[in-house]
Nanobody, 117 residues
Framework: QVQLVESGGGLVQAGGSLRLSCVAS????????IGWYRQAPGKERELVAA??????YYADSVKGRFIISRDTAKNTLLLQMNSLKPEDTAMYYC????????????WGQGTQVTVSS
């Protein structure tokens, strides 16, 4: 089993920045891909960014503004979010896959990001 714990959410004005963190523990050797999803009220869950080895994925809506990275020494996944927009407001979830680019096997509890206009 893998446990994922997110932090770093909060309230920020449009144009501001936030950095989300996701600390992984447990059987982390089984993780081959890890990423961030978000879900806004009344909307479907959306994959925001993901990373597996040297490969990364970004949703079109965040390209050029968000950066996903890993601190392997600390078993931590990071999401640097810049130039935030009100439409970025959502609950952000960390998720991990045992087999890269297939189904997501593990989920965190989420951290709320609210961007005011």
């Amino acid at each position: 089993q893998v446990q994922l714990v997110e932090s770093g959410g909060g309230l920020v004005q449009a144009g501001g920045s936030l950095r989300l963190s996701c600390v992984a523990s447990g059987s982390i050797f089984s993780i081959n891909a890890i990423g961030w999803y978000r879900q806004a009220p009344g909307k479907e869950r959306e994959l925001v960014a993901a990373i597996s080895g040297a490969n990364t994925y970004y949703a079109d809506s965040v390209k050029g503004r968000f950066i996903i990275s890993r601190d392997t020494a600390k078993n931590t996944l990071l999401l640097q979010m810049n130039s935030l927009k009100p439409e970025d407001t959502a609950m952000y979830y960390c998720a991990a896959q045992k087999t890269a680019w297939t189904k997501w096997d593990y989920w965190g509890q989420g951290t709320q990001v609210t961007v005011s206009s």
